[in-house]
């Protein structure tokens, strides 16, 4: 049974780079067909899907934040990553971390990770 | 993007009530429409893929239909556990969205 485990500072100021990691434990990130893909969910915008990475290293994002958004993997660690920058009170959400058995929804979830944005 | 629009935004019900909760896309989905389950401090938790696909270990008193536009989530006897917020999630085209939720909550 696959895990996900979000990390990552709870509180970012105005204009910088929020920064979350994706731990998973129970396989392997590189092996099979799956998009593992970050989402956030805040009282004014409901859940958001913000983008994903393929097992084979390609990535999707959400038009709505491409411009400030990266996401990566680091097989050697098994893990991937989030990166928002620029970021603004609307920017403050429970972020997840999921999988997706390439059928675009999600099987498995992280616990979620509260990230404010506040000075 | 494809809008989602669930209804209604709240229900009140009672256990063993037959629940129903509506969600329509934009524009034609096919049957690329998934439906889940959350409660308070939890990820989501999929329940139906492809509209009407029980996913593993999901009670069979769930279900969904629908196709095209519109789409239903019935719950045959509402259990106590089943008193949680429900949102669908159309798997069409990217940017994949959600609706914006629908809380089944005590009467």
């Known amino acids: 049974q696959v895990q996900l485990h979000e990390s990552g500072p709870g509180l970012v100021k105005p204009s910088q780079t929020l920064s979350l990691t994706c731990t998973v434990s129970?396989?392997?990130?590189?092996?099979?067909?799956?998009?593992w893909s970050w989402i956030r969910q805040s009282a004014g915008q409901g859940l958001e899907w913000i983008g994903r990475v393929h097992t084979s290293g390609s990535t999707d994002y959400n038009p709505s934040l491409i411009s400030r958004v990266t996401i990566s993997m680091d097989t050697s660690r098994n893990q991937f990553s989030l990166k928002l920058s620029s970021v603004t009170a609307a920017d403050t959400a429970v972020y997840y971390c999921?999988?997706?058995?390439?059928?675009?929804?999600?099987?498995?979830w992280g616990q979620g990770t509260l990230v404010t944005v506040s000075s | 993007d494809i809008q989602m629009t669930q209804s209604p935004s709240s229900l009140p019900a009672s256990v063993g009530d037959r629940v129903t909760i509506t969600c329509r896309a934009s524009?034609?989905?096919?049957?690329?429409l998934n439906w889940y389950q959350q409660k308070p401090g939890k990820a989501p938790n999929l329940l139906i893929h492809a509209a009407a696909r029980l996913q593993s270990g999901v009670p069979s008193r769930f279900s969904g239909s629908g196709s095209g536009s519109d789409f239903t989530l019935t719950i045959s006897s509402l259990q106590p556990d089943d008193f949680a917020t429900y949102y669908c999630q159309q798997s069409y085209i990217s940017p994949l969205t959600f609706g914006g939720g629908t809380k089944v909550e005590i009467k």
């Open positions: 524009q034609n989905i096919g049957i690329y």
């Open positions: 129970g396989g392997s990130i590189s092996s099979g067909s799956y998009y």
């Open positions: 999921a999988r997706d058995p390439s059928y675009d929804f999600w099987t498995d």
